[in-house]
C-alpha cells in the first residue's frame, strides 16, 4: 500500500473516547516490548509516529492512526510487563479486551511475538480471546533479522506447533531491514477487503 498521509488521531481507554471515524481498522497487540511502536513506523515510512521507547510497558493507552484518511491503525497496550502492579496489568487487559468486543469497524488484528522468544500463556490467552470474537490474527514475528532464513523456518515451525496455529498466517518481520514488510501490507489490505465484502453480503454499508 502507498502512504499518502498518516497522523496520530488521539489516545482513549474507554468507548466513548473512541474518535468518531467510520474507517476499517487494524488493531496491533502483543507482549510489553516486542516492537509494536517499530512495526507500526516502519508501516507507515514514519520514524515517530508511534513513540518507541526502551522502557517496556510504554503503551498505556490505546493510541488511534489515521492512514490515508480512510483507515486507522490501533496501537493496543503490551500485556505481560512484570514491573507494575497486577491491578494495572489487569486495567490493561480489560482495555484490550473492551476494544475487541465493542469496536464496529475491527476488520483484523496483528499479533506480534519475538522469534526469539517462546510463548507464555498470555500469548495463547490472546489467540484464544481475539478467536472468542471471531476477528482475523495475523501472526508477526518480530525481530527476525537475528535469525537466518533457515533459524526463521525452524521458529515458525516451533511456534504453530506451539501455539496450535494451523490456520494463522505467520510473516517474520524486521523493523531494522523492512523484511516482511510488503507481506503483512498484502495481508492486511486483502483481510481489509474480505471484511467489506463480508459486510456487503449481510446487506449493511461498509
Request: charge should be positive; hydrophobic fraction near 35%; charged fraction near 30%.
Amino acid at each position: 500500500m502507498k502512504i499518502k498521509t498518516s497522523s496520530f488521531i488521539k489516545s482513549a481507554v474507554i468507548p466513548s473516547d473512541y474518535p468518531d471515524v467510520n474507517f476499517p481498522e487494524i488493531a496491533f497487540v502483543g507482549r510489553s516490548n516486542v516492537g509494536k511502536s517499530s512495526l507500526i513506523n516502519k508501516l507507515l515510512n514514519r520514524k515517530g509516529l508511534a513513540k518507541t521507547s526502551s522502557t517496556p510497558g510504554k503503551t498505556r493507552l490505546i493510541n488511534f492512526f489515521l492512514i490515508n484518511k480512510d483507515l486507522v491503525f490501533v496501537d493496543l497496550p503490551g500485556y505481560g510487563y512484570a514491573k507494575v502492579s497486577k491491578t494495572e496489568r489487569s486495567s490493561w487487559i480489560k482495555m484490550i479486551d473492551r476494544y475487541l468486543s465493542t469496536s464496529p469497524n475491527l476488520k483484523a488484528t496483528v499479533l506480534l511475538q519475538d522469534i526469539r522468544r517462546d510463548q507464555v500463556d498470555m500469548d495463547r490467552a490472546m489467540i484464544d480471546l481475539l478467536r472468542s470474537y471471531k476477528v482475523p490474527v495475523v501472526l508477526v514475528l518480530t525481530k527476525a533479522d537475528k535469525f537466518s532464513r533457515n533459524q526463521q523456518i525452524k521458529r515458525i515451525n516451533e511456534i504453530k506447533k506451539g501455539m496450535s496455529l494451523t490456520e494463522t498466517e505467520m510473516i517474520p518481520f524486521s523493523s531494522t531491514s523492512g523484511l516482511g514488510k510488503d507481506e503483512l501490507w498484502e495481508s492486511l489490505v486483502k483481510l481489509i477487503a474480505d471484511g467489506e465484502e463480508m459486510l456487503d453480503e449481510k446487506g449493511e454499508k461498509p
